[in-house]
């Protein structure tokens, strides 16, 4: 929208100005309509992006069917926005019989092993922690805990 002149050679950039000291007028309806005409116009154009998007993300999406009894990869994960594609590996096969699901499909994962501790310094305190592999994990996927969680509810690691 081009400036309009306001009193005293100042610019204005709505479609209200200021002509006189005290006056305030509105510079017309078809500014408005136009004003208008060009947000419906915008609008249109971002709906038709949006739809382009998501016309090519549909191409590239497929449904799976699963059956009962068919096997799944299952990966458990507590990092977000980490985004790898998986390699087949047999080593990655778990028999379901080695993990107890409940019936609401969560388990339990059982610590194996303690790999190192480390001591993380807050301002008004220190918190102990250790490093847990998983069963079921690699060492890669170890994560630090808690020492008083873990010592709380697995006492045999210590």
């Known amino acids: ?25 509105v510079l017309g309806p078809k500014l408005v309509s136009d004003t208008e005409d060009k947000a419906r116009l915008i609008r249109d154009q971002l709906k038709a992006a ?3 998007h998501k016309s090519y993300a549909d191409l590239k999406r497929k449904e799976i069917r699963f059956s009962v009894g068919d096997l799944v990869f299952l990966k458990v994960s507590p990092w977000k926005k980490v985004l790898r594609r998986y390699h087949s590996d047999p080593s990655h096969i778990i028999s379901t019989d080695e993990i107890k699901v ?15 501790r480390n001591m993380k310094v807050l301002r008004r305190k ?4 250790v490093k847990v592999l998983w069963r079921n994990h690699s060492s890669e996927e170890a ?8 010592r709380q509810h697995y006492p045999h690691l210590f």
Do not use: N
């Open 126 to 129: 220190s918190v102990p922690l």
């Open 1 to 25: 929208m081009a400036p309009y002149k306001a009193l005293y050679g100042h610019r204005c950039h709505t479609p209200s100005c200021w002509t006189e000291l005290g006056e305030w007028r």
């Open 50 to 52: 949006s739809d382009r």
């Open 143 to 150: 994560t630090w805990e808690s020492d008083e969680a873990i």
């Open 102 to 116: 409940r019936p609401d499909q969560t388990f339990e994962e059982k610590p194996v092993q303690i790999l190192d």
